[in-house]
């Protein structure tokens, strides 16, 4: 017998990206934009403010984001609104092909928004931006954090995918209970 407890558990779900259609945000005051080295502490802030609804928050330090981004490992996109984001969305090549395409992951995400149909109108806009960029036509979406909210919009808008896999994280030489996967934030 085993010991090993997962540090959560989640689904991984596959869609094909031209099945997800790009949604406007509804406010000119609203934008979707890249996170970068020169802006990347407006995502630091976001997530130190977000905390408190999280239970389980695992991200590297600073440089560690500023290089990865650099490095075009992963790319974080978030809608900004009066100088502060209120969304944020971590995309990486998931260096896997599927049917012949590409596939772009998003890792993690996090809202703020108002509405969720706000958040799903960023998500859309950034994942389509992320996609043109490396040339991906496959997406996986982790079911952590807020990704929960982006999988529960497109099943509701019968956007099926064309992959289902159970998922977990695991710690070794760390015990720890099982959290819930919509309170976990992952950057890694």
């Not at 099926?160 to 760390?174: D, G, H, I, K, T």
Request: charged share 15%.
């Amino acid at each position: 017998m085993t010991a090993i407890v997962p540090l959560t558990t989640f689904e991984c779900r596959g869609y094909e990206v031209n099945t997800i259609k790009t949604v406007e945000l509804p406010h000119a005051s609203m934008a979707v934009i890249e996170v970068t080295g020169e802006n990347l502490v407006l995502f630091v802030d976001f997530v130190k403010s977000m905390m408190a609804t999280l239970e389980c928050v695992i991200v590297p330090e600073v440089t560690n984001i500023a290089n990865v981004i650099k490095c075009n490992n992963i790319s974080i996109r978030g809608i900004i609104e009066h100088g502060k984001l209120i969304a944020a969305y971590v995309f990486r090549d998931a260096a896997t092909i599927y049917q012949g395409d590409r596939a772009l992951e998003v890792i993690c995400s996090l809202s703020a928004c108002p509405f969720n149909d706000i958040f799903y109108a960023g998500f859309s806009v950034a994942l389509h931006a992320c996609c043109k960029e490396w040339g991906c036509k496959k997406l996986l979406i982790d079911g952590l954090g807020d990704n929960t909210l982006i999988s529960k919009y497109l099943c509701d808008h019968a956007i099926v995918p064309f992959l289902v896999s159970p998922s977990a994280f695991f710690l070794y030489n760390y015990v720890s209970y099982t959290f819930p996967p919509d309170k976990c934030f992952f950057v890694c």
